[in-house]
DNA sequence: ACCTGAACACCGTTCAAGT
DNA sequence: ACCTGAACACCGTTCAAGT
């Protein structure tokens, strides 16, 4: 019943500056990936199907397969732009920040958090459990360990100008990634808190807890 | 091609007692229930269809619609399962802990991450995707809360004892919570660390992070 | 090269029956 | 009550064509 839909298969110039490049043309891959994040936005991951963007996207359910050899291949695309944008709202959340240690992390922590609450689709993709055991073992991106390495290098940083306790950078980059992590994945920071903090100031104050311990003078 | 397996239909004793219970006697939903766990644990979510878990169970794959009015309230009773088990975890790896507030923080830390690894097809089931949007309306299971409040009454008894700093008791055990979560969702305990940290002592390492910002005598 | 329709082996779910 | 088969509207993917 609305499976024969076949609406206007005219429609192609959406790009930005409407011109009126056809899909033929070479953007139909780029066009997958932003229809399949949209579906997923409003629908979630369930509701992801190539013939459901084939036909947002005004071709066939076969047209796909000329730009990823299978569903997972179209997944992972679309992490690797996601990890991409990720990388970028990092960067961007400890260069807003201040210059000092706990600043620049809170920084990226309350971005990792907004990243995960403003782009669901993205996150959704890039951590959750869509990607079947296949997809897993070539889960490793590029762009997902330079988001990694933003936060590395900030202890790094830390440690060099003595505001962070000695000790492998790698697992405090672990420790502080897994609970910025956590709070996004279960939206702790969605939840009624006491005082009416807002979803920034409740990740910060998590943080806080972290970077205490963080720090130089850290008992122990 | 492997549709029309019909294998045999007679095995019905599987009960641990050997009883010769059939499905027509009631033990049907719990058959399901574990059938679809062993169905994800080997598979992953994707591969969980009423059909194939039927296929298992000895039974056509209609009969699940007698005790669960879709896939989804399956799905929410095997959450349902998961929370008890994972709450009574919790527990247990506060109990074996020692008597002190950073101890028994470690003991829940490391059994909530061992869970994760050990079984991760409750784990998928209770903090994965695989919920649709009606789902997560009706997340909030009781099990669950109480595993949160075995986390939560930790940091009140630490507290207490003055061992942990004065504040939100809600708020440090959301953050106790997110680090763990992380780490168990990211698998970064199974991540080969320098000096062949065991994944254990990653958790406690992480964890002991956090417990020396969130102690009585933490800085600031 | 790039796109298509028909076909195949799967899904969840509804419905009308069977015991 | 509890279980079943047939049917319906969907899936991903393969294959043989079309331009």
Redesign the pocket.
């Known amino acids: 019943?609305?499976?024969d839909d076949d609406f206007e298969?005219a429609s192609l110039s959406k790009t930005a500056a409407g011109a009126k490049k056809?899909?033929?043309h070479?953007n139909?891959r780029a066009a997958l990936i932003e229809a399949g994040l949209e579906l997923i936005a409003e629908k979630g991951v369930r509701a992801?199907?190539?013939?459901?963007i084939?036909a947002r996207v005004?071709?066939?359910?076969?047209?796909a397969?000329?730009?990823f050899a299978?569903?997972?291949k179209l997944l992972a695309a679309m992490r690797e732009v996601g990890f991409a944008k990720f990388a970028a709202a990092l960067e961007e959340g400890r260069h807003k920040a201040g210059r000092g240690f706990a600043a620049r992390m809170n920084g990226m922590g309350v971005a990792y958090v907004q990243f995960a609450r403003e782009y669901p689709a993205y996150f959704e993709v890039m951590f959750g459990g869509a990607q079947d055991v296949a997809v897993k073992a070539e889960e490793k991106c590029a762009e997902e360990e330079r988001a990694f390495q933003v936060l590395e290098q900030a202890i790094v940083d830390g440690q060099a100008r003595g505001e962070v306790r000695a000790g492998d950078s790698r697992l405090m980059a672990c420790a502080a990634w897994s609970l910025v992590h956590g709070i996004g994945a279960l939206r702790l920071d969605q939840m009624p808190f006491a005082g009416g903090m807002t979803p920034a100031d409740f990740v910060i104050a998590c943080s806080n807890l972290l970077l205490a311990g963080m720090a130089a003078d850290a008992k122990k």
């Not at 005004?58 to 047209?63: D, F, T």
């Open positions: 019943m609305r499976c298969m056809t899909y033929h070479g139909l992801f199907t190539l013939r459901e084939g005004g071709v066939s359910r076969m047209a397969y000329r730009h299978d569903k997972a």
